[in-house]
């Protein structure tokens, strides 16, 4: 019987150990990073932009543009003459995320940028949207502009303190000039770091290690008391 318990001890430690490991305590983290995403709104259309998005992962890279100049590779230019928006009544461009699972989503952020003697404005209004299909969308309000961090021709426009339930997410655009410029789209939950980052190669192997040694820990001690 005693055998039995020290060995029930060590395994239900070993779980434990790697549990804790795996299942970090959640916090709010940007779950948008390197997720993938679909542009509205690219001028004249994706396969031939004018200002790219390149290689389709700057806007949830976790890169924030360090300058407001329009020349900044980070920026991702959308225009209202686009091929897919310039015959709408009120062209309106847009990025659309697919977290790839459902989030309870609690902040929404853009940087975007304004550089008016070539054409390019803040938005007059930035929309925030969630769907649980891509398809069916409700408002969850709209954002609030604020100077961004580097404070040169950036800002920041966020809609904070909501709860937004959903998989996919849509920052909408409202032109005041033909340009708009987007460097980053973000979305904060409550989400533990593995189900982001989940822990793989080197690091599980060295956790795994110490839980094993933990464990003999436990069983000798165990042991030690027969």
Same mark, same amino acid.
């Given at each position: 019987?005693?055998?039995?318990?020290?060995?029930?001890?060590?395994?239900?430690?070993?779980?434990?150990?790697?549990?804790?490991?795996?299942?970090?305590?959640?916090?709010?983290?940007?779950?948008?990073?390197?997720?993938?995403? #679909?542009? =509205? +709104? %690219?001028?004249?259309?994706?396969?031939?932009?004018?200002?790219?998005? $390149?290689?389709?992962?700057?806007? *949830?890279?976790?890169?924030?543009?360090?300058?407001?100049?329009?020349?900044?590779?980070?920026?991702?230019?959308?225009?209202?003459?686009?091929?897919d928006i310039k015959d709408m009544e009120t062209p309106q461009s847009a990025i659309i995320i697919d977290l790839g699972e459902e989030f309870d989503v609690t902040k929404l952020v853009v940087e975007a940028c304004s550089d #008016?003697? =070539? +054409? %390019?404005?803040?938005?007059?209004?930035?929309?925030?949207?969630?769907? $649980?299909?891509?398809?069916?969308? *409700?408002?969850v309000g709209t954002g609030t502009a604020g100077t961004a961090y580097n404070n040169d021709g950036c800002e920041l426009v966020t809609l904070d303190g909501v709860t937004a339930t959903g998989r996919y997410f849509k920052a909408?655009?409202?032109?005041?000039?033909?340009?708009?410029?987007?460097?980053?789209?973000?979305?904060?939950?409550?989400?533990?770091?593995?189900?982001?980052?989940?822990?793989?190669?080197?690091?599980?192997?060295?956790?795994?290690?110490?839980?094993?040694?933990?464990?003999?820990?436990?069983?000798?001690?165990?042991?030690?008391?027969?």
């Amino acid at each position: 019987m005693k055998k039995f318990l020290a060995i029930l001890l060590v395994a239900t430690l070993f779980v434990s150990v790697l549990t804790v490991f795996v299942s970090a305590e959640a916090t709010s983290q940007n779950v948008a990073i390197n997720k993938s995403y #679909t542009l =509205v +709104g %690219i001028y004249p259309n994706l396969a031939n932009a004018s200002w790219p998005d $390149t290689d389709n992962k700057e806007i *949830t890279d976790g890169v924030f543009s360090s300058t407001g100049a329009y020349s900044d590779a980070e920026w991702v230019g959308f225009n209202i003459g686009a091929d897919d928006i310039k015959d709408m009544e009120t062209p309106q461009s847009a990025i659309i995320i697919d977290l790839g699972e459902e989030f309870d989503v609690t902040k929404l952020v853009v940087e975007a940028c304004s550089d #008016t003697g =070539v +054409g %390019i404005s803040f938005p007059s209004s930035v929309e925030y949207f969630v769907s $649980t299909n891509g398809t069916d969308w *409700t408002s969850v309000g709209t954002g609030t502009a604020g100077t961004a961090y580097n404070n040169d021709g950036c800002e920041l426009v966020t809609l904070d303190g909501v709860t937004a339930t959903g998989r996919y997410f849509k920052a909408e655009f409202t032109h005041a000039s033909n340009w708009v410029f987007i460097s980053e789209f973000e979305l904060y939950a409550l989400a533990e770091e593995s189900e982001i980052n989940p822990p793989t190669g080197d690091t599980f192997v060295i956790f795994s290690i110490i839980a094993l040694i933990s464990c003999a820990g436990a069983f000798v001690a165990v042991k030690a008391k027969r």
